[in-house]
């Protein structure tokens, strides 16, 4: 993994500019977490996927440790751009969602739902039968630290907690997890820093490093996770 990985992002979490599909890049350096059972290897990625609904943003496959047996799942993902906020003031004391997250939402249940009863998808990812149960939601990723909440009041912003604690009690029964960029970049640090501390701990061992567009729309993958 090149070294300014993380920067790259950070940049790009930073501007003011909205740069979805830049974003997603990165995804690739993060992508064990966006898979939240114990995984054998990655099997595929794809992005922009068309459909009777719309396009999907990111699907992403593997195989994993299922109620202690190997099956291939696939995992459903919807993008929004760090500069999008996830909730803005509803009432002086209450917070509804913003704009970009209920779009992302409605989306993401719609694409679930399609794919979810899709033979054709099934085939496709080469799931484990039966497919429907291993078509899963995965979540949605969208805004920083920054774009939180839609507010300049300092008192608003403190109800962040608050509504978040409400909305998992809606997404996290559904396995629908919500994502910051700001949590993409945290776990490709950490990645960096464990790949460079395995590189020097094990300098005698070859160390195959995963390249930049190793998974990229529509390309299957046969990387086991270190």
């Not at 054998?40 to 109620?67: K, M």
């Not at 989306?107 to 080469?126: M, P, S, T």
Request: net charge negative; with cysteine; aromatic share 8%.
């Amino acid at each position: 993994m090149a070294v300014n990985i993380a920067d790259e992002l950070q940049t790009l979490i930073d501007s003011d500019q909205p740069n979805e599909h830049g974003c997603r890049y990165y995804l690739q350096f993060a992508r064990h977490i966006l898979i939240p059972w114990p995984i054998i290897n990655f099997q595929r990625v794809e992005t922009e996927r068309i459909a009777n609904l719309g396009r999907s943003d990111y699907i992403i496959s593997g195989t994993v440790i299922h109620q202690a047996e190997q099956c291939v799942r696939t995992y459903i993902w919807e993008l929004k751009a760090p500069q999008c906020f996830i909730f803005e003031e509803d009432t002086n004391s209450r917070l509804k969602p913003s704009s970009e997250l209920i779009d992302a939402e409605n989306k993401l249940l719609n694409f679930f739902y399609e794919n979810k009863h899709n033979g054709l998808f099934h085939q496709q990812y080469a799931l484990s039968q039966p497919g429907a149960e291993n078509v899963c939601l995965g979540g949605i990723i969208i805004g920083c630290e920054r774009t939180k909440v839609r507010s300049d009041s300092d008192e608003t912003k403190a109800l962040y907690t608050t509504a978040k604690i409400a909305r998992n009690f809606m997404y996290g029964p559904a396995g629908i997890k919500i994502k910051t960029w700001d949590e993409i970049l945290r776990q490709i640090r950490i990645s960096e820093t464990r790949d460079r501390e395995f590189m020097q701990l094990q300098a005698e061992i070859p160390v195959t490093e995963l390249p930049p567009n190793t998974i990229s729309a529509s390309v299957d993958v046969n990387h086991t996770e270190r």
